[in-house]
């Protein structure tokens, strides 16, 4: 009885996860992210990528460009993914890919700004300035360890894209539109959140079926877990919808269009549109509320509509929906697998073996932060208010800081995603990297809580910085002198 109802708890924590994560996350972010990712790929010139974030670009440009980019997308680590494999598709370095991969998630202004107002400022400096450092770091110590590798890469996006001119305007519109389509759906600000008007739909029992899917779906939002709405369900039956119709019109989109395709792009446009309203379940009826972002949503999509009918080639627009739901089958599966197990994990970790395990500046309680970053993963601002319920709970602000680093990189679903992008090996090696200097990085800022000189810490940093730059140093020398042995 006992082993029966454990396995019913998982199966529904894993379930609930998973419903939960795709009617609230998916559509908003992850939607645009993939179009984003199939933009770069069939729109933008490999020059136009690898000017600022190639192998060969100095890294005086390449790492701080990588890192600007990645700051202002306030987005999660599952929809910082498919915009990763877009540019490193296209041609950017291993290097600069990853410390955008690393930083976007990490440390953008949102996320930033949240973590200074919930938990103080001091954490959101040493977040800012420690992401950056180290994010950069590992950039260039993975762009190191797989120089080979990169080279062969760099080669083979030369021989993929050797045939594109410049980007045209209307393409470069055309991405932008859908880059403000991605912001217009993740930032929380006033003018997005506030509601503007409402109706009713005459569906009597809506209030029934809240509380019926609480039920069958429960859920405690102070530990960060959200449930399924009435309008999230309506927002899976259409996820489904678009994922049938997107086979059946996308599959051979580079022979043709057919009606299937439209169909699809209607129902993405759809879709989009009902995940930017607000939902009120009442005894009567459901409340409809039309929010600023409905209107950013809506105009959005009119200008792209209008941008892809008069500015870009058929041709154009047959290789971005391809490569868009290229990206689909590469990354969605993928993330299914992730959050489902990631929900199981969950009901197994224990919120009150925090403060036993890491309620010291040590270095089990930042590895222990990791770990949690690993299997307890929320969406980006999402872990702020987590991150303070940890806290409450006794948690140091170190392996505080470590969990924070942690949870927007090494979520399961991202390590399986990421391995799918450039393999295995290059993967696992960047999750150690992480792993090592999120605790690193605990330690740091949690000694300096504990009374630690600031002076004294700097030094040591700037001590173990300046041996991690002569390290690469003589690895790049040690390299460069291996290709000039095997030209000669």
């Not at 309506?234 to 009606?259: D, H, M, P």
């Not at 270095?363 to 319920?389: D, H, K, R, S």
Request: hydrophobic letters at 55%.
């Amino acid at each position: 009885m006992d082993f029966a109802f454990w396995l019913v708890k998982l199966l529904q924590g894993g379930l609930g996860n998973l419903a939960a994560y795709l009617a609230a996350h998916v559509l908003l972010c992850l939607l645009p992210a993939f179009y984003i990712a199939g933009a770069m790929t069939a729109l933008i010139p490999k020059e136009s990528v690898t000017r600022f974030l190639g192998r060969n670009t100095p890294k005086f440009i390449s790492y701080p460009a990588s890192a600007l980019a990645g700051s202002v997308l306030a987005v999660c680590s599952c929809t910082i993914v498919p915009l990763f494999a877009g540019i490193y598709k296209k041609g950017a370095g291993l290097g600069p890919a990853i410390t955008f991969l690393f930083f976007a998630p990490a440390a953008n202004v949102l996320a930033l700004a949240y973590t200074g107002v919930a938990i103080g400022a001091d954490l959101a400096i040493a977040r800012f300035v420690l992401s950056l450092t180290f994010g950069i770091g590992i950039g260039m110590i993975m762009a190191l360890i797989f120089s080979r590798a990169d080279a062969a890469h760099d080669e083979a996006t030369d021989a993929m894209f050797a045939a594109q001119g410049g980007m045209r305007r209307a393409a470069l519109l055309f991405l932008l539109v859908l880059v403000v389509l991605l912001l217009s759906g993740t930032l929380k600000i006033d003018a997005l959140t506030s509601t503007y008007g409402q109706f009713t739909l005459p569906l009597a029992g809506a209030d029934r079926a809240q509380e019926f899917l609480n039920v069958l779906v429960p859920f405690d939002a102070s530990k960060g877990e959200e449930g399924v709405s009435v309008q999230g369900v309506i927002l899976i039956a259409l996820l489904v919808f678009i994922g049938v119709t997107s086979f059946l019109g996308l599959e051979q989109i580079l022979e043709k269009f057919n009606r299937w395709t439209f169909v699809s792009l209607a129902l993405v446009a759809l879709t989009l549109l009902v995940a930017a309203l607000g939902m009120k379940p009442q005894r009567d009826g459901l409340d409809i509320l039309i929010t600023g972002r409905f209107f950013a949503v809506a105009l959005a999509l009119i200008v792209l509509g209008a941008l892809a009918s008069r500015g870009l080639e058929p041709r154009e627009i047959q290789e971005w929906l391809w490569e868009s739901w290229r990206f689909v089958k590469q990354i969605f599966p993928l993330l299914v697998v992730g959050v489902f197990i990631v929900g199981i994990l969950r009901q197994l970790i224990q919120p009150e073996w925090i403060r036993a395990i890491a309620g010291e500046n040590t270095i089990q309680g930042n590895l222990a932060g990791v770990v949690f970053g690993v299997f307890m993963y929320f969406p980006t601002l999402v872990e702020v208010p987590i991150a303070n319920m940890f806290l409450q709970l006794g948690m140091h602000r170190g392996p505080l800081l470590a969990y924070l680093m942690s949870d927007p990189e090494l979520s399961l679903q991202s390590i399986l995603i990421i391995s799918t992008i450039i393999g295995r090996v290059k993967a696992w090696t960047y999750v150690g990297w992480v792993a090592l200097f999120s605790t690193l990085a605990g330690l740091i800022y949690g000694a300096w809580i504990d009374g630690a000189s600031i002076v004294l810490l700097a030094g040591y940093l700037l001590a173990f910085l300046a041996l991690l730059a002569l390290g690469l140093y003589w690895m790049d020398k040690r390299n460069r002198r291996a290709v000039t042995h095997r030209a000669g």
